[in-house]
């Protein structure tokens, strides 16, 4: 090799680093606090008296209890939510169009879509009013308990709503790479059941490539702050969620009981993931003795129209909850039971344009920051995989996966103690980093087939043209990778926008992106605000996608070799 | 706040009277020369629309007339920019400090100026002082922490309920006609959930309307009298939360959604601090035109939002100009007016000079605000410890209620 | 000027193995202008030893004996530098250039902006493309890609030739054509061709020696 390219050896440590540095650091950060230590507040451990702290908290077993079941709940739900749609619809025309719908729903951040959530589910929200007073007879909106209800269901709805175009979204894609349309046939030719043929011979697949994202999926519903603070219940509230309260509290001693409680986090998705492989297990005992019985079940209308029914639920309340943002944003008076606003108007949009426009741009600047280092570390790292011929194996992707598994709850924070005890500065450039943590991943992950499908051979014919390794990948490998590097860039700045927990705690509180507004702004509970800031939030994301269409479809309309592909 | 006060105490210990050449304030052309080109970071909670636009504005008419750049820092929490001051003076840098002006009174006015983390005295040499009610607005004391010219006024804030006329017919003007008409209306009142400043802010109110001798209350609580002062507060709650809306599983989580439930038909009564506040909504579109407000008979609570300067200020001399200004007719009716703020005047409008009083007679301060008259007296804030042992103790008793 | 009698490609005590298996062993040298056509069934390792003759032979595989080309060795050069040109039997042409763009990537650097057009639109005409290099390389009939995979590949000015079956993919017409541009093309430069196919009638029309590998 020659020496030009001496630093790309270097790009898989560095990506490594920058992957698995704040976490590890993050770790760190909470358990030393976690065990009294925590030299800015002039305290010094080890002590468990953080943990005496926690445990005194009356909040504390209804906190943990309220976690476990909303996280495990929400996984399980969305998972099966997928295999029952996939299993009913997919490969027809109706599913075709449920992908479709989907896939540009999936950006939709999560605090925005939990927005939307909110006001159609809410007694005084978009489906009562729907039916009142005409059918229920009710011209006050009913005192009943829906949104942060102590149970959580509320909370399981948001998240499932959000889980399942995800988990949806990357079955299809095993799909493709285990043939299941040819095996469901053989299954059907057998006699059984679309669902039961595509549960029996397709699903376990299907399951093995979509596990790690399921667990994924799992960790993240435990642990996450930004839906629970929407739908969530408040008394108390989920422990990540009083895990962020106690992080803010100018009180420097609460961040040891939250260090403590960020422990507990930790291991709560510990356990989880336990439960969740032996719950795998045991199912898949089930099945196997259940399957042998050869039951063919092939009448399962009913269960395919579960399927259609639920795939319907979800997409509607994505979509009527933006809609809902869209009207409150413009909304003039709107009072229940009215179905639509008494007017309409731009005020909020010109009472919000200054301060959106500043996130707004501190939004862009750290996507743009943040993606632009993860897109040259993850082309860097395939490219000297490629070069050095190291191959991604299946404990590099649980590396890969690490930080998405562990809870942000648990390292963030302990992040953040770590700059203080430092004495860093809390910041853009701080956030930056911590956003690269979860946007490597699935930059990564949105790459990695792209790449791997590119024909080598190209390479080799331009070697043979006497094209060095470096002219290849600038002038050959990019362009014609150009359509899928836009996508993971839209992903790289979707995953970046969503980000809240990062910015809130890395940024100190003092730097405003689109998403801490929003969800400040859901709090305060000023619905046309949160219309204004949730719509900028969800178009922040969508933008990036549109671009990732258009511009490869303008710059190679005269290249027929490049379309759809 | 623990730390807070320990840390407060060690230092106004160790730390002698700091000692200062700035410009004596008494010299005002002086003050306005040296103000001339300096920027003033102003930290201020950023959390309502409305206000970040008054700060804004109020920025640009300094910028004119004197000078003065005007940043608005947007705080989430008054105690960051306690916090940050108080490690500015740890790590000794005494001059050219990050914050000039600061939102600011109660227990935070409190802790700054024990620890003698602020300038002054300066705000009664401002020349705007002399038009300020010292007599009828409680100016000259926070939280009854004595002011001694360390911050200058420039809001009234105090207690109103507001109330859906279309659905409650008269005004409820005691903690007991609340209870009844709660009892007779159940799943229709509810308040923020504590340690959200409003939701202490009922409680505090209905301590005071519950107590017989509130004497007390303007001293620190002690172990020794602190569960007897409060238990008829205790009680109270007992008796009002099982009739809350959803009878006190859940909470609103601020002011602004006790607003938004309200205007959903969900709530009829809701407290708030900003007299203005009902009228601004409605003329927002945030509230039903049928919304008023009251008080209750033996008064409300009020207090007065205040800036102060650090001690380690960079512009101080363009801080107290902005301060200034904030007391002036211009500023003071630009306040009050309820599509600006509807903030309360601390202004003695009655002594203006003719031009002035104009600007304030000519305000339609909006349906649902009550007359100065009518908000009568302010009843004056206990002491804030108080504040912080009943909030810890809801949250004992109500905030983990499953 | 290199000696006349070490001219052409040498593949000298090669021996290509998979672990302790051997793939692959052949001693042989093919002098410029002249086609040496390698036969056999599938898998018995004819692309793997064009791989290690290009020089992107997979780590996996372990390669004995050297490789002289025009009394140089090239075994263990980097593929772009060894000036050993191939054609596959998908051309391979890039997708995101335009014709003109492809054959410019393959002509070696220098000249002018103007100068390397021309020399361009020299080699379209050669083949019978005038005009074509504005064209979508999508949008050629198979013939037409072939034509321009090949002059690409000359255009490198490489010393030796390697053929993929390069004519597999084309209809029997076509193919006769074809095969004969290209080995017009090879002898007018004087080089040295290794061509590996399935097909009788290639190993026929090149009319060089031919070795047929396992089986």
């Known amino acids: 090799m020659q020496t030009q390219h001496t630093f790309l050896p270097f790009l898989p440590a560095l990506t490594l680093l920058a992957l698995l540095g704040p976490v590890v650091g993050g770790l760190y950060g909470t358990l030393l606090p976690a065990f009294g230590h925590l030299p800015a507040a002039g305290l010094s451990g080890p002590s468990l008296d953080p943990f005496r702290g926690l445990l005194a908290w009356p909040g504390f077993l209804p906190s943990v209890r309220l976690s476990m079941v909303t996280g495990i709940g929400a996984a399980f739900l969305s998972l099966s939510v997928v295999a029952l749609i996939l299993a009913g619809w997919s490969g027809t025309r109706a599913f075709r169009w449920v992908e479709r719908l989907l896939s540009p729903l999936l950006s939709v951040p999560h605090a925005a879509a939990a927005f939307g959530l909110a006001f159609l589910i809410a007694p005084s929200g978009w489906v009562v009013r729907l039916f009142s007073p005409w059918l229920t007879g ?167 129209g579960v399927g259609a029914g639920l795939a319907g639920t979800v997409s509607l309340a994505l979509i009527l909850g933006l809609l809902g943002l869209v009207l409150w944003s413009f909304a003039g008076f709107w009072s229940f039971p009215d179905l639509l606003p008494q007017q309409f108007t731009l005020r909020s949009w010109q009472r919000h344009s200054a301060g959106s426009f500043d996130a707004l741009t501190e939004t862009a600047l750290i996507a743009g920051c943040v993606v632009t280092l993860g897109i040259v570390l993850t082309l860097g790292c395939l490219e000297a995989e490629e070069r050095h011929n190291l191959r991604l194996t299946s404990k590099g992707m649980w590396l890969l996966y690490l930080p998405l598994l562990v809870p942000q709850t648990a390292f963030i924070p302990g992040l953040q103690t770590l700059l203080l005890n430092f004495g860093l500065e809390t910041g853009r450039g701080a956030v930056i980093l911590a956003h690269l943590v979860f946007v490597l991943p699935y930059l990564r992950l949105s790459l990695q087939d792209p790449w791997m499908q590119w024909d080598r051979r190209q390479a080799v014919s331009s070697a043979a043209l006497g094209a060095s390794p470096r002219r290849i990948f600038w002038r050959v490998r990019l362009p014609m990778l150009l359509a899928p590097i836009l996508t993971a860039i839209a992903v790289g700045v979707a995953v970046s926008v969503g980000q809240y927990l990062p910015t809130l705690l890395i940024g100190g509180g003092r730097v405003e992106t689109l998403t801490t507004e929003a969800v400040a702004l859901a709090s305060g509970g000023d619905r046309r605000a949160i219309g204004v800031f949730g719509l900028l939030q969800t178009a922040a994301a969508l933008l990036p996608f549109a671009i990732a269409l258009v511009v490869p479809a303008v710059i190679w309309r005269n290249r027929k070799g490049l379309r759809h592909g | 706040m623990k730390t807070h006060w320990l840390k407060i105490a060690v230092l106004g210990a160790l730390v002698p009277l700091t000692s200062w050449a700035d410009t004596d304030p008494k010299n005002w052309d002086l003050v306005l020369e040296k103000a001339q080109g300096q920027t003033v970071y102003w930290n201020a909670w950023g959390g309502s629309p409305t206000t970040n636009a008054f700060i804004e504005w109020a920025g640009d008419r300094v910028k004119e007339e004197f000078g003065v750049t005007v940043e608005h820092v947007k705080l989430t929490d008054t105690a960051d920019a306690v916090t940050r001051v108080l490690s500015e003076k740890e790590v000794d840098k005494d001059q050219g400090g990050a914050i000039d002006l600061i939102w600011i009174n109660g227990a935070n006015f409190a802790s700054m100026k024990d620890a003698e983390l602020l300038f002054g005295p300066w705000a009664e040499d401002l020349p705007g002082w002399r038009h300020v009610d010292v007599v009828g607005k409680s100016v000259q004391s926070d939280f009854t922490v004595p002011v001694e010219g360390f911050e200058s006024p420039w809001a009234m804030a105090q207690v109103v309920f507001m109330y859906d006329t279309a659905d409650i017919a008269d005004p409820l003007p005691s903690a007991n006609a609340i209870l009844d008409w709660a009892k007779a209306h159940p799943g229709r009142y509810t308040y923020p959930q504590p340690p959200d400043f409003l939701g202490t802010t009922f409680l505090k109110q209905m301590l005071v309307e519950l107590i017989d001798n509130s004497e007390e209350l303007a001293l620190p609580a002690t172990d020794d009298n602190y569960d007897a002062v409060t238990a008829p507060l205790w009680d109270y709650l007992a008796e009002l939360t099982p009739v809350l809306w959803r009878e006190g599983r859940a909470y609103p989580p601020s002011g602004t959604r006790q607003i938004q439930l309200m205007n959903d038909g969900e709530l009829d009564l809701a407290i708030s601090f900003s007299p203005g506040a009902a009228s601004t909504a409605i003329a927002n579109y945030e509230l039903p035109d049928t919304v008023r407000t009251f008080v209750l008979d033996k008064g409300t609570i009020g207090n007065a939002s205040y800036v102060a300067i650090p001690y380690n200020s960079s512009a101080k001399e363009g801080a107290m100009v902005l301060a200034n200004f904030l007391l002036s007719a211009e500023a003071q009716a630009n306040a009050q007016d309820p599509n600006v703020l509807g903030y309360g005047t601390v202004l003695d409008v009655a002594g203006l000079p003719e031009e002035d009083k104009k600007r304030f007679d000519s305000l339609d301060l909006g349906i649902a605000t009550l007359s100065p008259a009518e908000l009568g007296r302010a009843q004056a804030e206990p002491h804030p410890s108080w504040m912080t042992r009943i909030a810890d103790d809801w949250q004992k008793r109500y905030g983990v209620a499953q | 000027m290199a000696d006349q009698s070490k001219l052409g490609l040498r593949l000298e005590g090669l021996e290509i193995c998979h672990g302790d298996r051997r793939l692959v062993a052949l001693n042989h040298e093919i002098a410029p202008g002249e086609v040496l056509t390698l036969m056999g069934p599938s898998g018995v390792g004819k692309s793997t030893l064009l791989s290690a003759v290009i020089g992107t032979l997979s780590p996996e595989f372990r390669l004995l004996g050297e490789i002289f080309l025009n009394g140089q060795i090239i075994t263990n050069l980097p593929p772009h530098q060894r000036n050993v040109g191939i054609l596959f039997q998908e051309t391979l042409l890039f997708p995101h250039m335009s014709v003109g763009a492809n054959l410019a990537f393959g002509l070696a650097s220098g000249g002018t902006r103007a100068e390397r057009r021309e020399r361009v639109n020299l080699a379209l005409a ?90």
């Open chain 3, 126 to 215: 050669k083949v019978g493309l005038e005009g074509f290099a504005d064209r979508d390389p999508a949008t050629l009939s198979g013939g037409q890609r072939a034509r321009v995979a090949l002059m690409r590949t000359l255009l490198a000015k490489p010393q030796a030739l390697l053929l993929d079956e390069p004519f597999s993919g084309l209809d029997a017409a076509l193919r006769t054509k074809i095969r004969k541009l290209v080995f017009e093309q090879a002898r007018a430069q004087n080089l040295p061709v290794l061509m590996v196919t399935h097909d009788g009638e290639d190993a026929a029309a090149a009319g060089g020696e031919v070795i047929t590998l396992g089986g």
């Open chain 1, 138 to 304: 009710w011209e006050r909106p009913p005192d009943v308990l829906i949104l942060q209800d102590p149970l959580g269901l509320s909370l399981i709805a948001g998240l499932v709503v959000k889980e399942v175009p995800f988990l949806l979204l990357m079955s299809i894609s095993a799909m493709g790479q285990v043939g299941g349309a040819k095996q469901l046939a053989v299954a059907q030719s057998l006699g059984y059941g679309r669902v039961a043929g595509w549960l029996a011979v397709v699903f376990p697949a299907i399951y093995v490539r979509i596990r790690l994202p399921v667990l994924v999926v799992l960790a993240w519903s435990m642990s996450v702050v930004d839906v629970a603070v929407i739908l969530g219940p408040s008394t108390p509230s989920t422990l990540s969620v009083q895990i962020v309260r106690w992080m803010s509290d100018p009180d420097l001693t609460f961040r040891l009981q939250a260090a403590a409680a960020a422990l507990v986090q930790l291991g709560l998705v510990i356990v989880a993931l336990l439960v969740w492989t032996a719950a795998e297990w045991s199912l898949v005992q089930l099945s196997k003795r259940y399957f042998h019985m050869g039951r063919r079940h092939a009448r399962d209308r009913v269960l395919r």
